[in-house]
C-alpha cells in the first residue's frame, strides 16, 4: 500500500523560509522511472506545479518560482523535503506530494495548508 | 493564468456524455503526453487519466481521453451524480516542466 503524507508549519510569516517534508510508503525512490513531486493549489484556484525529484536526482522546478525552491529526497529516510524562501502571503495554499512514474501522479498525500502572515 | 487553457464549467444531465476540452501549445501537448485528475472539493486529487488515454485500474471505462495535435480532451460518458467533481489536463512542457490547466467544473443538472 502506497502512502503519502505531507507534514510541516500550518502558518509562517512573510519572507520566512518554508520547509515541507513528505513521508512516504509503499515504494522506493531508487526504483528507475518514479517520482515525487509538490503541487500547491490556493484556496479556490487552480494546481501548481511547484518541484519534482527523480530516482536519479534529476530535479525539475518551474523556471519563475526556481529560485526560491528546493528539493531533496532521503532513500533511507523515505522523504522529500521542499524548502520555499521568501514566503509571501500569495503563497497561502495547500501543499501536496504525489508520486508516480515520471509525470503520471497516481499517488497523492492528504496536502497540509500553509497561511503566510504576519 | 495557466499555461494549458480549460473551460471553466461543464455540465449535464444524468446519462449524458460530457467533454472536456485542454488546449496547449507546440512545447506541451503537442510534443507530450497529458493526464487528467479529477479533484472532489476538499479532497486530493486523482490521477483519471495517463499518457493521453490511458486509465489506472480501478477508473471507470466512462472516462476516456484523447488528443490531437495541441489539444487533449477528456470524455464522460454516462454521466453520473458523483462526477461532480473539478477536472484538470496536465502536461509537461518543454521549458517551464510541469504545467496544468485552470480546471473545469462538472456538474450533473
Known amino acids: 500500500q502506497i502512502t503519502l503524507k505531507e507534514s510541516g508549519p500550518t502558518l509562517v510569516k512573510p519572507t520566512q523560509t518554508l520547509t515541507l517534508t513528505c513521508t512516504f510508503s509503499g515504494f522506493s525512490l531508487s526504483t528507475s522511472g518514479v517520482g515525487v513531486a509538490w503541487i500547491r493549489q490556493p484556496p479556490g484556484k487552480a494546481l501548481e506545479f511547484l518541484a519534482l525529484v527523480y530516482w536519479d536526482d534529476d530535479k525539475r522546478y518551474p523556471p519563475p518560482l526556481k529560485s526560491r525552491l528546493t528539493i531533496t529526497k532521503d532513500t533511507s529516510k523515505n522523504q522529500v523535503v521542499l524548502t520555499m524562501t521568501n514566503m509571501d502571503p500569495v503563497d497561502t495554499a495547500t501543499y501536496y506530494c504525489?508520486?508516480?512514474?515520471?509525470?503520471?501522479?497516481?499517488?497523492w498525500g492528504q496536502g497540509t495548508l500553509v497561511s503566510v502572515s504576519s | 493564468q495557466s499555461v494549458l487553457t480549460q473551460p471553466p464549467s461543464a455540465s449535464g444531465a444524468p446519462g449524458q456524455r460530457v467533454t472536456i476540452s485542454c488546449s496547449g501549445s507546440s512545447s506541451n501537448v503537442e510534443s507530450s503526453t497529458v493526464n487528467w485528475y479529477q479533484q472532489v472539493p476538499g479532497t486530493a486529487p486523482k490521477l483519471l487519466i495517463y499518457?493521453?488515454?490511458q486509465r489506472p485500474s480501478g477508473v471507470p471505462d466512462r472516462f476516456s481521453g484523447s488528443k490531437s495535435g495541441t489539444s487533449a480532451y477528456l470524455a464522460i460518458s454516462g454521466l453520473q451524480s458523483e462526477d461532480e467533481a473539478d477536472y484538470y489536463c496536465?502536461?509537461?512542457?518543454?521549458?517551464?516542466?510541469?504545467?496544468f490547466g485552470g480546471g473545469t467544473k462538472v456538474t450533473v443538472l
Open positions: 499518457s493521453n488515454d
Open positions: 496536465a502536461g509537461w512542457d518543454d521549458r517551464l516542466n510541469g504545467v
Open positions: 504525489a508520486y508516480g512514474k515520471w509525470w503520471e501522479l497516481e499517488y
